[in-house]
């Protein structure tokens, strides 16, 4: 596997923020934001971790029905949230 310039990785870590933007309030899932970005699921969880740490992305571990099992989803946080709907 080739490895990534810090400019290429923020730059696909600005495009998940944009998938979870566009699917606001509902959560995705690690799967669904890899299918949108053309990445593989281990890659986008890495990006999808990397947002966590930087609080613009928020994991999801509960569901209707009680903790999720083996889904992490993912949603973007009300700050991120906030400042994206300024700028656009």
Known sequence: MSRISQTGFRKIAQQALN???DAFP???STRRVADEL???????LKVLEFLES???VLRVEQ???GPLERTVRWKISPTAKS??????
């Not at 053309?38 to 986008?44: A, C, L, P, S």
């Open 19 to 21: 998938v979870l933007y």
């Open 26 to 28: 509902v959560p995705q």
């Open 38 to 44: 053309v990445r593989d699921n281990e890659f986008t």
């Open 54 to 56: 930087q609080k613009l």
């Open 63 to 65: 569901g209707k029905l």
């Open 83 to 88: 400042r994206m709907d300024a700028a656009g």
